[in-house]
């Protein structure tokens, strides 16, 4: 199979990814003077922060994704190609992937990260991650399966199994999808499904450290649990998932939850690139480069974003954050620098600028340290609404999702609850 891509005289970058920090730098670059060919499983960016609200059946799966090959009509330096990359072979400057091998003259991997589920198949096997909008639609459906099945189940311990959602992982992930299920049962459950009790919903969240948002300030992480908490939604640390089998989650402190919904969002790790050195690879499978995002032992070749790690910036020794203001910085420096090299000029190694944390928790909840302020409530919801509806790409997707948002804060009556399966 060949890729189809001819050569011109310009250097061709070839990005694996288009996430949040390989579309930036495709995006940085269309009016350079590169021939830039960007490759991705999917045929669509996406955009993480708002995964959940599509899990909770807040926002339709086409409001926070867009079409790659829309987004670069019309240049003639700009490929895409839809392909999984395997591995690269650096002596021979390619990319070996699913439609071939495709030749570089620089390559920068931004194939971002997985769900971590530390080698249990079992948990792997029976959990649902929400790491894509893919996954995000498995778990709406999943949600929404279970609440019917219980409204016709006869045995009671069924059909408290059918309704306890249990979460594990007390990050920003596992927060914001717990609170956002915690609200479906306080707004929705009662309203569509008359027939079920919606007060024996139980929400848990699990978490293997003695505080939520651990990576946060401990008075965001308290107020986060006390906001979750006015949600009725049960926190169980510190405590991790031992065993999901035949229903039930079992943890380390011994509970024994039965459920037919496990979120499983307590860590990531690095997608994995075959053929790159393995003193190049870190902690968590993270790509280790040094300051200008060049790949450790290799030439032109470079890693940005979830997938890498930054060694030897001494504010961050462990890496940076795996966050979406890394990616698309680095991407930035990326897209900065490989014009610098074109012109001769000195390369700038990269500087993170932190902009800030955000989490939300449900409805007017949320908290925030931004700038060195750390405060929680209605005015880190909105802002984190704001922040957000200004990241997504393409207005018509900011249009729904504002309309969407608007709606639902009135009157939650969405028409997004639908079990809808491909076959
Ligand atoms: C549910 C969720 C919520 C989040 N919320 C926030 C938040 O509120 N704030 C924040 O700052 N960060 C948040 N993050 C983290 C943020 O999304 C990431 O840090 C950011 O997306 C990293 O960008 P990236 O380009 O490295 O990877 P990604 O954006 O993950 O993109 C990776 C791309 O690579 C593609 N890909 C993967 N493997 C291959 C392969 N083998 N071949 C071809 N293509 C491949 C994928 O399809 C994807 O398009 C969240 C993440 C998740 C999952």
């Not at 479906?184 to 919606?198: E, F, G, S, T």
């Not at 504002?402 to 076959?423: G, P, T």
Request: overall charge positive.
């Amino acid at each position: 199979m060949k890729a189809n891509i001819e050569r011109t005289d310009k250097k061709r970058v070839v990005i694996v990814g288009g996430g949040l920090g390989g579309l930036e730098l495709a995006v940085k670059l269309t009016d350079a003077d590169f021939q830039v060919v960007l490759v991705d499983k999917n045929n669509y960016h996406q955009f993480p922060p708002l995964i959940y609200q599509v899990a909770s059946a807040g926002l339709e799966p086409s409001s926070i994704s867009f079409p790659f090959r829309r987004l670069f009509q019309g240049n003639k330096d700009f490929f895409f190609r839809m392909a999984t990359v395997e591995g690269v072979n650096t002596n021979e400057k390619k990319i070996i992937t699913s439609v071939g091998s495709i030749h570089y003259d620089y390559l920068v991997l931004a194939a971002g990260a997985k769900t971590n589920f530390f080698g249990n198949k079992e948990i792997e096997a029976t959990t649902l991650p929400m790491k894509s909008v893919s996954e995000a639609m498995r778990l709406r459906n999943t949600i929404l399966r279970n609440l019917e099945k219980a409204e016709t189940e006869e045995d009671p311990k069924k059909k408290q199994a059918l309704m306890n959602i249990v979460v594990v992982g007390g990050g920003a992930s596992g927060v914001e999808i717990a609170g956002a299920v915690a609200e479906m049962k306080k707004n929705v459950i009662q309203r569509d499904y008359p027939d079920l009790d919606a007060s024996q919903m139980h929400i848990y969240l699990v978490n293997a450290v003695d505080r939520l948002l651990s990576a946060m300030d401990p008075a965001s992480s308290a107020r986060a649990e006390r906001d979750l908490k006015a949600l009725h939604v049960h926190i169980r640390q510190p405590q991790f998932a031992t065993e999901y089998k035949d229903g039930v989650l079992k943890t380390s402190a011994g509970l024994e939850i039965p459920t037919e919904t496990v979120i499983w969002v307590s860590g990531i790790c690095a997608n994995h690139i075959d053929g790159l050195p393995e003193d190049s690879i870190g902690h968590a499978g993270r790509i280790l480069t040094d300051r200008f995002c060049q790949v450790k032992g290799l030439q032109d070749v470079y890693a940005i974003g979830d997938q890498s790690l930054v060694e030897g910036d001494e504010e961050y020794p462990l890496g940076h954050p795996q966050l979406a203001q890394v990616a698309l910085q680095q991407a930035k420096t990326v897209a900065a620098n490989l014009q610098r090299m074109q012109k001769g000029e000195e390369l700038k190694p990269f500087k993170y600028h932190n902009l800030g944390v955000m989490a939300t928790i449900g409805r007017n909840h949320a908290v925030a340290e931004i700038a060195g302020k750390k405060f929680g409530g209605f005015p880190a919801w909105a802002l984190w609404l704001v922040v957000h509806l200004r990241s997504i790409l393409g207005v018509k997707n900011k249009t729904f999702i504002l309309l969407n948002w608007v709606w639902n804060y009135i009157n939650y009556k969405q028409s997004l609850r639908l079990i809808l399966k491909a076959k």
